[in-house]
């Protein structure tokens, strides 16, 4: 009973909540960013919010590496749960790259323009259009977010690196909607970044991984239902643990760099991993 009140009173206040939020969200695409120039402050506290409604603390593993500051940077993280946004977007400043179908909801595709989205769909044909518009990004000096597995999983595991847009750091070109070149007109490093949860109400994942399931509740297809019991859970610690800059003139081609990126982040997620699949990611007509 008492999870199930937790779960109708965050329920509430998100009720309450989202109106504001959406409308700093306008604000920020309306005035903020194409006034003042700032792609940040908005979404960083839009994120906060989100996060922290749904009782998710984040901490920074301390061997993490400092973010670079002086090149525009692209951030490879793992992707366990629909809450990793929220995580993702707080601990770290860059424009998302996600599925392009939420651009066509009615309200969440607007709003989400307005908080540094990146619309890209998901199969080999369209990765020029989606290169060019995240070559877009980094041509203005903004680093971009991704989760190169293309889907999420149950955490056990870290599923293949996709490396068809890393291909863009190798020479390969971007187009427009009407098809027109886009060229990375800077020099972009790769960051990868593990996102690993460390506790849920209190207790460590070390010898109960089985605690993950809160956080990703990847068994429950019901969207209202994954979000309900997820509120339901009173805390859950997420640990981020971000590597050094690596810098793809140090590597042959994309596949030894995401494949190199993988690695180091499947060592903190899932160290007893001994193989590695490709995720299947959804059909969508």
């Given at each position: ?244 800059a690596m810098h793809p003139a140090d590597y042959k081609d994309q596949f030894e760099l995401i494949n190199a990126a993988h690695k180091k982040v499947q ?19």
């Open positions: 009973m008492r999870r199930q009140l937790r779960a109708a009173r965050r329920a509430l206040l998100g009720l309450v909540t989202f109106p504001l939020l959406a409308s700093a969200v306008i604000l920020q695409g309306a005035i903020v960013g194409p006034i003042f120039r700032n792609k940040t402050a908005i979404p960083n506290m839009v994120y906060n919010t989100m996060r922290k409604l749904i009782g998710i603390k984040i901490e920074f593993n301390e061997a993490s590496a400092k973010f670079e500051k002086d090149k525009p940077t692209w951030f490879v993280a793992n992707h366990m749960s629909m809450a990793d946004p929220f995580v993702a977007g707080s601990a770290l400043n860059g424009n998302f790259v996600g599925k392009g179908e939420l651009l066509k909801w009615p309200v969440i595709g607007q709003l989400a323009l307005a908080m540094k989205f990146i619309g890209v769909r998901r199969s080999r044909e369209h990765n020029p259009e989606s290169i060019g518009k995240i070559a877009k990004s980094f041509n203005k000096g903004e680093n971009v977010i991704m989760f190169p597995e293309g889907t999420t999983n149950d955490g056990s595991r870290v599923d293949r690196f996709r490396a068809g847009l890393i291909s863009m750091l190798y020479g390969e070109k971007g187009v427009d909607k009407k098809g027109r070149e886009i060229k990375l007109e800077k020099d972009v490093v790769v960051q990868p970044v593990a996102i690993r949860v460390k506790e849920v109400e209190g207790r460590s994942t070390e010898n109960a991984p089985e605690l993950r399931a809160y956080y990703s509740r990847f068994d429950e297809d019901n969207m209202i239902k994954r979000i309900w019991n997820r509120m339901a859970t009173k805390t859950m610690t997420i640990e981020v643990t971000v590597f050094p060592q903190v997620v899932a160290p007893d991993q001994t193989d590695v699949q490709a995720g299947a990611i959804p059909y969508v007509a």
